[in-house]
């Protein structure tokens, strides 16, 4: 079988209609409206409604790259959802997915618990399932962590919102050039859950405390070591693929901190005009923030066919990964 060029051939994206502004979370905790725009930069997240799940907003971001790829749920031949805040534990979110999609009854499976890097992590590991670009594979990264998360801990709650972003990985225009990944576990207690799993089962006293939505973070660690990982990591995938910064005409970070974003832009040496920005919109959305902020990078035009564009993310574990795309 010969080979082709391997790429993005299809992006889509869903948020929830709710949007929740700033001032509105000084109903449950002490903060203000100027503190979160100061120190995160957000101004407001979009929050799911009761009655929607996380395969809901997978599928609603699926449904958008298909068409975008002008393909059927049919169509596909894979699919991996990367998620920290799944369906539930078992089956995967994935499972969900292809039966709600409408998919045949294809490989799906979740790439769970590598917060935010999870999704450009399935993007490399697509990549290479693709076979030669002989299968497409839908690749969706997904959160709905605001209903799993502790609304009175102002340390996170302000920090997150709900949103899906899907790209279509298959033979095309577009080229995945290269890409990279680490982990350190060794920070696995920095940023995480503490309960939930074997380590620390649930118990019905832990959940009546809400345990299980207990965020452990220590800010300033997480906040150090993003800044560090995803310069580096894109600076390691710049060197791999051969190209420098000014090559590339668009830098889409991981949307946590616009703090975090300004130091990784200034060690990158990339100008403002080069790194796209959307927290201010949706928060810090985990594994859908670098699929999401890409659909909608095109769809303002900042990216279009042709287009060199350098996803960088950090997340839980920790776990890092970076990507050059031709768009
Ligand atoms: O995708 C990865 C997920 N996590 C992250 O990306 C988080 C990375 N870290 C950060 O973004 C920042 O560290 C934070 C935004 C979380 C915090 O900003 P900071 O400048 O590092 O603040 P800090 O933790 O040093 O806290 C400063 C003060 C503290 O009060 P005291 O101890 O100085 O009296 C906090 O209690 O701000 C207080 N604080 C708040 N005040 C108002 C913390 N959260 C809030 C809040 N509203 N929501």
């Keep these: 079988m010969a080979s082709r060029k391997i790429g993005l051939i299809g992006l889509g994206g869903h948020v929830p209609a709710r949007v929740m502004t700033n001032d509105e979370w000084t109903q449950y905790v002490d903060t203000s409206d100027e503190w979160i725009r100061e120190r995160t930069g957000i101004e407001r997240r979009r929050i799911a409604s009761d009655d929607e799940s996380t395969a809901d907003l997978a599928v609603a971001a699926a449904r958008v790259a298909l068409e975008d790829a002008g393909l059927a749920a049919i169509d596909l031949d894979e699919i991996i959802v990367a998620t920290?805040?799944?369906?539930?534990?078992?089956?995967?979110?994935?499972?969900?997915?292809q039966h709600k999609l409408g998919a045949r009854e294809i490989p799906a499976f979740d790439l769970g618990g590598s917060g935010c890097a999870g999704s450009v992590l399935a993007l490399d590991i697509a990549r290479h399932r693709a076979v030669g670009g002989h299968?497409?594979?839908?690749?969706?990264?997904?959160?709905?962590?605001?209903?799993?998360?502790?609304?009175?801990?102002?340390?996170?709650?302000?920090?997150?919102?709900?949103?899906?972003?899907?790209?279509?990985?298959?033979?095309?225009?577009?080229?995945?050039?290269?890409?990279?990944?680490?982990?350190?576990?060794?920070?696995?207690?920095?940023?995480?859950?503490?309960?939930?799993?074997t380590r620390v089962p649930f118990t019905p006293e832990g959940a009546a405390e809400g345990l299980h939505k207990n965020l452990v973070m220590e800010g300033r660690e997480v906040f150090r070591h993003a800044t560090h990982r995803m310069s580096a990591a894109a600076a390691e995938v710049l060197a791999a693929a051969g190209v420098t910064i000014d090559d590339v005409d668009l830098v889409i970070p991981h949307q946590a901190n616009i703090r975090i974003i300004e130091a990784v832009r200034k060690r990158l040496e990339v100008p403002e005009?080069?790194?796209?920005?959307?927290?201010?919109?949706?928060?810090?959305?985990?594994?859908?923030?670098?699929?999401?902020?890409?659909?909608?990078?095109?769809?303002e035009g900042r990216v279009q066919s042709g287009s060199l564009v350098l996803l960088t993310a950090f997340g839980a574990g920790f776990h890092w990964a970076a990507m050059l795309v031709r768009i």
């Design 135 to 197: 299968r497409k594979i839908l690749v969706v990264g997904v959160e709905l962590i605001t209903r799993l998360m502790n609304w009175r801990d102002r340390n996170t709650a302000v920090l997150f919102g709900d949103g899906a972003g899907a790209s279509i990985v298959g033979a095309g225009t577009s080229e995945i050039l290269t890409a990279v990944a680490g982990t350190d576990g060794a920070q696995s207690g920095i940023l995480g859950l503490e309960s939930g799993g």
């Design 84 to 97: 920290d805040t799944p369906e539930v534990y078992t089956p995967d979110t994935a499972a969900f997915v």
């Design 273 to 299: 005009h080069k790194v796209f920005v959307n927290l201010q919109e949706y928060g810090n959305t985990g594994s859908a923030s670098v699929p999401l902020a890409l659909w909608e990078a095109r769809k």
